[in-house]
């Protein structure tokens, strides 16, 4: 469905995107990670061809996105991480506009809106001003404008940025739902969400791509396996007993008490409970308690990026200060019709 390769932005001296190539694939729901200035927006905004790439392509449903804007452009709703609404207009008056500027045939419109209103749940605001609708009501009407023309790919940068609690709650259930019939793209700094939400994540740092896969397999890829277990007998014993087992890497006494109940952690390659359960046995040590432990995408995505950070402490960090080198870029309209959409992008 998108295809990224090689991609790489340049402003003067500073590269922010640092030859970058992923694939995303139909019906699932990707999550984009990476700390501030670290190339999320500058990557999105390449993607959905309103931002020029100094190298690289990027594929859209078989099409260019530079080869062939309007076939690739039609196949991607865009929600920026600031929604692009008109705040003198209802969201009903700015979804039409938002429906001619994207070519959906007139007849096709009216139906077309009234679903995709009630789908993001603004029916019950859409004659009020834009400008009178409250932080989650203005995410839910720019969430509805890249749906307009029901294109295949969603890309979402921060949409639960600035909402609260029930907000956010709301608008995930908004986006799991789109997963039926749409791919997702999605930026966000709330990694609880992306680990809710997404079935792959990709994690950017410095301009790198530094991991890409699911959450479950980000852990066992970064930690191995982290076991916590509780055994009953002679410590040397047990701890001999693991340390012959393949792929163990440390095995730690955190405790011993006077029944005998030892507690040891022991981090390993690979999953090796069933190692450590017939090793025990033959030694006629019983376990106690066993638990499996795995690293937070949270965890995760720290010790990716100071990893990286570490690994490259001279570079630049500013990734989307792009206003700097703006005489450097170069912009292409969203839409792809000749709608004037020179005013009202602020909020």
Known sequence: MIEVKNLVKKYGNHTAVKNISFKVDTGKIYGFLGPNGAGKSTTMNIMTGCLSATDGNVI???YD??????????????????PPVYMDMTPEEYLFFVGKAKGVKGSELPSQIEKIMEMTGITNVSDRLIKNLSKGYRQRVGLAQALVGFPEV???????????????????????????KHTVFL???????????????????????VASDTPENLSKHISGCLLDISVKGSRKSIVTAIRKIKGVKTVEVVSENDDGIIKLK???????????FFALCQLRMPIME????????????????EKNADEDDTSDDSDDNDSKDEDKTEYTPLFTSDVNNKEGDEE
């Open 290 to 305: 066993l638990t499996s432990n795995n690293m937070s995408l949270e965890d995760i995505f720290l010790k990716l990026t």
């Open 60 to 62: 859209i449903n078989g």
């Open 65 to 82: 996105i530079y080869e062939n804007p309007k076939e690739a452009k039609k196949c991607i709703g865009y929600l920026p991480e600031l």
């Open 154 to 180: 969603i890309i979402l940068d921060e949409p639960m940025v600035g909402l609260d609690p029930k907000q956010i709650i709301e608008i995930r259930e908004l986006i799991k739902s789109l997963k039926d």
């Open 266 to 276: 022991i981090h390993s390659d690979n999953d090796i409970r069933s190692e450590v």
């Open 187 to 209: 930026s966000s700094h709330i990694l609880s969400e992306i680990s809710a939400i997404c079935d792959y994540v990709l994690i950017i740092s410095d301009g790198k791509l």
